[in-house]
């Protein structure tokens, strides 16, 4: 990452790393379909400059909370509270300003195939009619931070999986945003490529401070977030000295659609619920 842009990423995003308030509030949430449940009374905070994991089986409400707090879902009781708004009454033109706000990284990366890596990355700043040359510088930064400034000119169809996904993280930080919401991010990617999505998460985490959601089916991923560091001199991900453990990084387990651990990495580690201890073994 360059220096300027690690610059950019902390002044934008100094307002909410230094507020005491909660960045995303959920009090009660609660949401079905067809009359069967999916989330039940769902209550947690993230806190500015956390990474809050979110782990559980598959079908007990994952996506469906993290579309909770982009606003593309609206629960059926309860309340959500985003940057200290209430989104569950929100109109939809006040919705789009707030998702101005947050960056998202869907699980199949979700890449326009027509559109090349540039304009898939550049696609909110031509929205928001960003001139084409701060755009283009804008880019080139962001797909150095995830390393691919060498496939700016490709397109989808020329990527690898894992590439692909890198530039779905490229595109969600372009206009250094408040909030990450990170969709399984290394669902279906081989171990080493997983791993190199996750080293990105961290780098994120650790250079811009950015306050992000994170669902994950792979336990690995969260013990790798956890226990490790990103130092921005070497250009590389390493691990906590002392088995440390880094303090942003917090977890959110559900399952049957409740809240069955909120909280940090030690006291999971230690927990002496069945069912947890089960599942994190």
Not at 56 to 68: E, I, Q, T
Not at 74 to 80: A, L, T
Not at 185 to 194: E, H, M, Q, V
Not at 242 to 249: E, K, M, Q, R, W
Request: glycine share 6%.
């Amino acid at each position: 990452m360059t220096e300027e842009l690690a610059s950019t990423s902390l002044s934008l995003n100094e307002s909410s790393a230094d507020s005491t308030e909660p960045v995303v509030v959920y009090e009660d949430v609660s949401i079905g379909f067809d009359r069967k449940p999916v989330l039940d009374n769902i209550s947690f905070k993230v806190q500015p400059g956390e990474t809050r994991i979110i782990l559980g089986p598959a079908g007990c409400g994952k996506s469906v909370l993290m579309k909770l707090a982009n606003g593309l879902l609206c629960p059926d009781s309860g309340s959500i509270r985003v940057f200290g708004q209430e989104i569950t009454t929100m109109h939809e033109n006040d919705l789009f300003k707030l998702r101005s706000r947050i960056g998202m990284v869907f699980q199949e990366s979700a890449l326009f195939d027509s559109l090349s890596v540039e304009d898939n990355v550049a696609y909110r700043l031509h929205e928001d009619r960003v001139p084409e040359d701060e755009a283009h510088k804008r880019v080139v930064e962001a797909l150095q931070f995830v390393e691919l400034e060498h496939a700016i000119a490709k397109f989808p169809s020329e990527l690898s999986g894992g590439m692909r996904r890198r530039v779905s993280i490229a595109r969600a930080i372009i206009s250094s945003p408040d909030l990450i919401l990170y969709d399984s991010p290394t669902g279906g990617l081989d171990p080493i490529t997983s791993t190199t999505i996750i080293e990105l998460v961290v780098k994120q985490r650790d250079v811009s401070h950015t306050t992000s959601l994170l669902i994950t089916h792979r336990l690995q991923d969260a013990i790798v977030l956890a226990r490790n560091r990103f130092n921005l001199k070497a250009g590389k991900m390493e691990l906590i000295s002392d088995n440390g453990i880094d303090d942003s990084t917090k977890f959110l387990v559900l399952n049957e659609g409740k809240v069955v651990f909120d909280g940090a990495t030690k006291a999971l580690v230690h927990t002496t619920d069945p069912w947890l201890k089960e599942y994190i073994s």
